[in-house]
């Protein structure tokens, strides 16, 4: 089944989450960004996605905000170090991020990352 009615039976038959990494996937796509399922460690990126959730980590020597980003194909830990609180900077936000990639505790991050606050979906 194709067509109209085969991505009608798709969006009937399929979980919420699912759709909505797929609608993710394909925005993120359509602006040009890598998905964060392809970056690799130390490579510079560009990604687009929505903040899943936010909060302070306040470590022994500094406080961190730290923002988990979702981009359909993966999650990506943003880290801005020093920082306790930025405006705009939202769980269910989207967000453009750029940075070198890093891997803490087997986890992408982005440490300190440039950031554009987008449209919602």
Same mark, same amino acid.
């Given at each position: 089944? %194709? ?6 039976? *798709? ?9 909505? #990494?797929?609608?993710? %996937?394909?925005?993120?796509? #359509? #602006? !040009? ?6 970056? =690799? ?8 996605? *929505?903040? *899943? ?7 022994? =020597?500094? =406080?961190?905000?730290? #923002?988990?980003?979702?981009?359909? %194909?993966? !999650? ?14 939202? $769980? !269910?936000?989207?967000?453009? =991020?750029?940075?070198?990639? $890093?891997?803490?505790? !087997? ?15």
């Amino acid at each position: 089944m %194709s067509g109209y009615w085969g991505r009608m039976m *798709r969006r009937l038959t399929t979980e919420a989450e699912e759709l909505d #990494a797929d609608d993710l %996937s394909r925005t993120s796509s #359509a #602006a !040009g960004a890598q998905h964060t399922c392809d970056c =690799a460690c130390g490579e510079e990126v560009t990604l687009l996605g *929505r903040l *899943r959730s936010v909060e302070l980590c306040p470590r022994e =020597a500094v =406080a961190t905000l730290e #923002a988990e980003l979702f981009d359909g %194909s993966e !999650g990506i830990t943003l880290v801005w170090l020093g920082r306790r609180r930025i405006p705009g900077i939202e $769980a !269910g936000r989207m967000v453009r =991020a750029s940075g070198r990639v $890093a891997v803490r505790d !087997g986890r992408k991050v982005l440490y300190n990352p440039y950031y554009e606050l987008q449209r919602s979906l």
